[in-house]
């Protein structure tokens, strides 16, 4: 069963976002996870890269993680580079380390139900299936920039 969001919920959690811890990022710069993560970073974002394989490393300009109970300060959101399966325990850490936690973001391929629940419950807005990225794109309208979504004709050609 896929969720559906309104362009309005999603705008809103991109722009009331300031920090974003990304779960499961790669260092390898072709693999999703690096550059959603490298993107949200130009876009203005906070990231904080959490890979316990590359904790201590450096990538983007900042240290990688080795878990989110180990990130000092606040975090708006998590977006999770993980399997749905491994979903829920990453839920109930970021839930604990993070009292104001505002959005638990799942990306492309990743659902899962029982971590999404346990966010609700404690007010956490929940995306899944989704790419912060491509939504950045979409709703800020940078997919006509690249040359998608070519529905509106330049007078700049």
Same mark, same amino acid.
């Given at each position: 069963?896929?969720?559906?969001?309104?362009?309005?919920?999603?705008?809103? *959690?991109?722009?009331?976002?300031?920090?974003? &811890?990304? +779960?499961? +990022?790669?260092?390898? #710069?072709?693999?999703?996870?690096?550059?959603? &993560? $490298?993107?949200?970073?130009?876009?203005?974002?906070?990231?904080?890269?959490?890979?316990?394989?590359?904790?201590?490393?450096?990538?983007?300009?900042?240290?990688?993680?080795?878990?989110?109970?180990?990130?000092?300060?606040?975090? =708006?959101?998590? =977006?999770?580079?993980?399997? #749905?399966?491994?979903?829920?325990?990453?839920?109930?850490?970021?839930?604990?380390?993070? #009292?104001?936690?505002?959005?638990?973001?799942?990306? !492309?391929?990743? +659902?899962?139900?029982?971590? &999404?629940?346990? &966010?609700?419950? $404690?007010? +956490?807005?929940?995306?899944?299936?989704?790419?912060?990225? !491509?939504?950045?794109? $979409?709703?800020?309208?940078?997919?006509?920039?690249?040359?998608?979504?070519?529905? *509106? !004709?330049?007078?700049?050609?």
């Amino acid at each position: 069963m896929s969720e559906s969001y309104t362009d309005e919920f999603l705008r809103d *959690v991109l722009k009331r976002t300031k920090r974003i &811890a990304v +779960v499961g +990022v790669s260092m390898n #710069p072709v693999r999703p996870s690096y550059y959603v &993560a $490298r993107y949200l970073k130009l876009k203005g974002y906070e990231v904080v890269p959490v890979n316990p394989g590359h904790a201590g490393k450096e990538l983007l300009g900042e240290t990688v993680i080795g878990s989110l109970s180990e990130i000092e300060g606040k975090i =708006d959101m998590v =977006d999770v580079f993980r399997r #749905p399966e491994h979903v829920p325990p990453i839920v109930e850490e970021a839930l604990a380390a993070f #009292p104001e936690l505002q959005t638990v973001w799942m990306q !492309i391929g990743v +659902v899962n139900e029982e971590a &999404a629940a346990m &966010a609700r419950a $404690r007010g +956490v807005d929940v995306v899944m299936d989704r790419c912060p990225k !491509i939504e950045y794109q $979409r709703l800020f309208g940078e997919l006509r920039m690249g040359g998608f979504a070519t529905g *509106v !004709i330049s007078s700049k050609l």
